[in-house]
């Protein structure tokens, strides 16, 4: 922060500042401290962002120690108020809840996200390193399990449950959790069927057959019979078993 102290040739005295305080910290500081945690963005960009502008900016000890004593604090403490304040908005509600992780094969860490469908609010989530687990596979299943663990603990009722088909996920829930009514994102099985179809579009013995034009057919194929269903699996199936007719022209 720059400070100029001006005294003029009669004794008059004027204070200018480049950023106000807040008591004695420069609120500047505080503020893009928090603006660049709350953009996603790291410090190693910032430095010369600033440069190219002809800025002093602030050192990466100052902007992590600004984040840890005063923004993460805040941020955490409204997490929890408005955790709390959907837990009490749900609390005698059966949830459709959809959970996903962020983490790859090759990730450092995992956190795993619980959304309530209907609203499109996320309750809660759990972040953990991978090497706690073991690797990604069991890392997966843990937060999984924390995070449930976590929302039935505040006397919520967890009625469906739609996750990827990792099969970890499907386990635990089975185990753990049977009163929860586990089902797959419509999501991840068009992926997954996606990376299949690919694969065997391939194949030399099927390759004359054209698949990779229907793929994007058949994957809108699957959100149709998942859509209009109405929540019953044999129609589900029936349906979707019923893209075998569109792809040889038989509709009758």
């Known amino acids: 922060m720059l ?3 001006i005294t003029c040739i009669d004794g008059h005295t004027l204070l200018w500042q480049s950023q106000p305080l807040l008591g004695r ?6 503020l893009l401290t928090a603006a660049i945690l709350f953009c996603g963005g790291t410090y190693s960009t910032f430095p010369q962002f600033a440069a190219f ?3 002093d900016f602030i050192s990466e000890t100052t902007l992590h120690n600004l984040q840890g004593k005063y923004v993460y604090p805040v941020v955490h403490k409204t997490w929890q108020a408005h955790q709390a ?15 996903d992780d962020s983490a790859g094969y090759s990730a450092k860490y995992c956190c795993y996200s619980l959304l309530e469908v209907l609203s499109n609010l996320i309750l809660d989530f759990n972040l953990r390193q991978v090497t706690e687990s073991g690797s990604s596979v069991a ?7 924390a995070v449930l663990q976590s929302v039935a603990s505040k006397g919520l009722r967890l ?8 099969t970890a996920s499907t386990a635990l829930v089975r185990k753990k959790f049977p009163d929860i009514k586990h089902q797959f994102d419509v999501w991840h099985v068009g992926k ?8 065997k579009g391939k194949l030399k013995e099927v390759v004359d057959l054209h698949v990779s034009p229907w793929t994007r057919s058949i994957v809108n194929h699957l959100w149709w019979a998942s859509k209009t269903c109405d929540g019953n699996p044999e129609i589900l199936i029936e349906k979707w078993n019923s893209v075998v007719h569109h792809i040889v022209d038989k509709h009758h």
Do not use: W, Y
């Open 3 to 5: 400070r100029i102290d």
């Open 25 to 30: 910290l420069p609120a500047g500081n505080l």
């Open 159 to 166: 009625s469906c449950l739609a996750t990827d088909c990792h």
């Open 139 to 145: 890392v997966e299943r843990d937060v999984c399990e």
């Open 192 to 199: 997954s069927i996606s990376k299949k179809l690919a694969a």
């Open 53 to 55: 502008l002809g800025l």
């Open 85 to 99: 304040s959907l837990f009490e908005m749900f609390k005698d509600q059966p949830l459709v809840l959809g959970g």
